[in-house]
């Protein structure tokens, strides 16, 4: 871990210890300033759904109560907002469960397979009315993964649900599972907006997102590659995102089979 590294690096560079404490504090620095970035981002992001719903009911409570027309059209406005609300304390729960799970390693057999198929099925019903279809494609000998099915389940949730977001109306989006040299790749891909080269090494980050307004719009959290790629990461996998602006988006996920060496090292 970090100790291993630091105490190396102490060795390496001898009695100059200000030189290592002083990497270190940046260390340090970066990682306080990410804590602090990270809290100041959630709270504006609730507060904005938050501020709109306080101003709706205030409105509510006057003249427009009375006005039935007007009176459903702030309700419905106040539960769309209530709803973003929910799904941002639902992914932020998400996400610090998935991080104090960090060191255990998931014990349990997972069929991708199933659970693609489960996700995907529920994925085009849900955004059934966008016109998308999901095509899923499985090999026939995709080796099982150890893992925690839910958060297998979520992963696979939040990536068809981007392609399914950003692709274009009326293309496919498509998935599949594969076997590789002791791995099971997962690749998501779509045709749509793609994404421009710079973007991409910060898509995970939380809250990054490359157009905030059409993600809000489309009900995204910015949340959803950050845990992504912490569950990529408990599993000890690796998380890949091509893209091309205009043309579409390929997200690779492989991840150790089960009871392959990968594992058990790990
Ligand atoms: P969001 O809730 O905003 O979708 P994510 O963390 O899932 O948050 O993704 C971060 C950003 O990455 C998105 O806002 C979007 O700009 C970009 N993105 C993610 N997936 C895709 C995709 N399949 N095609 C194009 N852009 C994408």
């Keep these: 871990g970090l100790e291993g590294r630091w105490l190396m690096r102490?060795?390496?560079?001898g009695p100059a210890t200000s030189v290592v404490q002083l990497s270190d504090r940046t260390a340090e620095h970066a990682a306080e300033r990410m804590r602090v970035d990270f809290v100041a981002n959630a709270s504006h992001e609730l507060r904005t759904p938050l501020a709109s719903i306080l101003?709706?009911?205030?409105?509510?409570?006057?003249?427009?109560?009375?006005?039935?027309a007007l009176r459903n059209r702030f309700l419905g406005i106040v539960f769309d907002e209530a709803r973003r609300m929910e799904r941002l304390v639902e992914d932020l729960m998400s996400?610090?469960?998935i991080e104090a799970d960090k060191f255990r390693l998931p014990s349990t057999r997972v069929d991708l397979a199933a659970s693609a198929r489960e996700v995907c099925a529920t994925l085009a019903t849900t955004h059934g009315d966008r016109g998308r279809d999901i095509v899923l494609d499985v090999a026939a000998d995709v080796p099982e993964v150890t893992g925690d099915a839910a958060q297998l389940s979520?992963?696979?949730h939040n990536l068809v649900g981007n392609a399914m977001k950003y692709g274009r109306?009326?293309?496919?989006v498509r998935v599949s599972l594969t076997p590789r040299e002791g791995l099971?790749?997962?690749?998501?891909?779509?045709?749509g907006d793609g994404i421009a080269?710079?973007?991409?090494?910060r898509l995970t980050e939380r809250f990054y997102r490359v157009d905030a307004g059409r993600s809000r719009s489309l009900g995204g959290t910015g949340l959803g590659l950050a845990i992504v790629k912490h569950i990529v990461e408990r599993h000890r996998g690796r998380l890949d995102i091509a893209s091309e602006p205009g043309v579409g988006t390929r997200v690779t996920v492989a991840l150790p089979a089960a009871a392959a060496p990968a594992v058990i090292k790990a």
Excluded: N
């Design 10 to 13: 102490a060795a390496a560079i």
């Design 55 to 68: 101003g709706y009911v205030e409105t509510l409570q006057d003249a427009a109560g009375e006005e039935p």
């Design 95 to 97: 996400l610090s469960r």
């Design 154 to 156: 979520q992963l696979l």
């Design 169 to 172: 109306a009326g293309t496919p």
């Design 184 to 191: 099971a790749c997962l690749v998501v891909a779509d045709q």
């Design 197 to 201: 080269a710079d973007h991409l090494p």
